[in-house]
């Protein structure tokens, strides 16, 4: 099985040295237009594969497509990241462009590849992706549900100081500071609503802390998280590449799922060798409701943005 990542930043090498380091692809291809960044982190990654004795072979290559050729996945990590201060939407002018052309060049390669798209703003590079590519929509995923239900996880088992691994929570919506929706009506602590362990005050602070996630992490490291983000979209490689099935919120294309049509949003999908193979609806109350179509709007006024880059 083989994956390629494009773009071997932070993000990008640390995606692939996790499907490495869990043997989920035997085959990675990184690579990135900078010289010699890819090759150097390939060697790296592979170095340490032989400190575990892990046979998963990555390769890195400057612009080299042809070394993607028909990839099972293809994972999209190039663009710019946001600098402290800034919001994920503010990328949209160089990052539309880079994307737009990764996708041109990587499909013709890996005609059957299902692609994750990583790069930020993710609901609307998403859509550029899908619209630029004419791919059918199960085959475009936008990771960022996938990190956010992680962070989600982390802040309520820090709340309520019990595992990670007892904790079962979700976040749908857009991948953004202001449109995340982290359902805390449906978080549980081994099936015991997390409702009943945390007062309103207390679910706030753990919702806030959700949605600032990201920029929390890059006032603190200067630059965008990669440890959390390298490790979401391995998950979401290994549930197509061994058609697991998992139920991981990603951001796909609705045409009417949740009232909402033409846009890409994080919603809970089961993803498997097709990609996207089910949306599941959730019966989400009013409030959640109204929080999902603020979120909708709002990824709107950005995708109107797009357009205007786009024409
Ligand atoms: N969706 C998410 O959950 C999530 C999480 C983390 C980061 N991100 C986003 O992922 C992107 C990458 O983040 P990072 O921290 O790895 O950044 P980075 O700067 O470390 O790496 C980006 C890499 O992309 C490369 N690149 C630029 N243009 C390219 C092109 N046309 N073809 C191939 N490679 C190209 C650069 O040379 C660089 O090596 C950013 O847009 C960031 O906001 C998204
Ligand atoms: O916060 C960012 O800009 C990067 C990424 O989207 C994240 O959530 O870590």
Known sequence: MKVSVIGAGNVGATCADV??????????VLLDILEGIAEGKAMDIMQKNSVFGIDSVVKGVTKQYSKTVNSDVVVVTSGIPRKPGMTREELIGINTGIVKSVMENAM???????FIIVTNPLDTMTLAAFMTSGLSKNKVIGMGGALDSARFKYFLSQQIQKPISDIDAMVIGGHGDTTMLPLMRMASYRGIPITE???EAEQTEVIDKTMNGGATLTKLLGTSAWYGPGAAIANVVESILYDRKKLIPCSVFLQGEYGEENICIGVPCIIGKEGVEKIVELKLNKSEKEKFDLSAKSIRETNGELRNILT
């Not at 499907?19 to 990675?28: C, K, M, P, V």
């Not at 013709?108 to 299902?114: D, F, G, Q, R």
């Open 19 to 28: 499907i490495a380091q869990r043997q989920i692809a035997n085959e990675i």
């Open 108 to 114: 013709t390669i890996s005609p059957n590849a299902i």
């Open 197 to 199: 362990l945390l007062n």
